[in-house]
């Protein structure tokens, strides 16, 4: 409801608009796939990162891998919890379209799925599968994305509005940085 409306005109340049040197993004690996940059412990201090980054983050990272783990169609084995990187897909969409597309396929497949959760099942614990929030009753994990959701929704408006603003018209344009 407030993020979709937000990437009405997304652009392939500014879907991979890097604002400053070093941004993550989403790129080809050696293999020609897409996926998306950083290593899997957080980085500190975090990179910024591109708006391809932060669609895919929360389309996989909140969305894909979830619907993977808990509701899957057992491509991937039973042991693995919601961090194993056997749910994440293959490859990833290189473009602003392929990106949009992607996130809302994502997000309905996830909301499909929770959506015919009783009260018992939102409120029974993850188990292993849930990895660090195996106590957690799915109710919670559900609070967890939302908010991942709606931070990561924000910052796309916020990189939109900069590269509007700053008359960006490339990936490579970047922010002036001034002491």
Not at 151 to 161: F, N, S, W, Y
Request: net charge negative; proline share 7%.
């Amino acid at each position: 409801m407030h993020l979709r409306p937000r990437l009405n005109g997304l652009t392939d340049e500014e879907y991979c608009w890097e604002p400053v040197a070093g941004c993550w993004s989403v790129r080809a690996a050696t293999d020609g796939r897409f996926r998306i940059d950083g290593p899997a412990a957080q980085a500190d201090p975090p990179p910024v990162t591109t708006i391809a980054w932060r669609m895919m983050h929360i389309a996989v990272g909140c969305f894909a891998i979830r619907s993977s783990a808990f509701f899957g169609d057992g491509s991937v084995p039973d042991d693995a919890d919601m961090f194993d990187p056997r749910h994440e897909p293959a490859d990833l969409p290189s473009t602003a379209a392929g990106g949009v597309a992607f996130l809302e396929d994502a997000y309905r497949q996830w909301h499909g799925h929770i959506s015919t959760l009783g009260e018992t099942a939102m409120r029974t614990p993850l188990g292993p599968k849930g990895a660090y929030f195996s106590a957690e009753p799915m109710a919670a994990l559900i609070v967890h994305i939302n908010r991942e959701t709606m931070h990561h929704g924000g910052e796309i408006g916020v990189l939109r509005d900069l590269y509007r603003a700053t008359g960006a018209t490339t990936r490579d344009s970047r922010l002036t940085v001034s002491a």
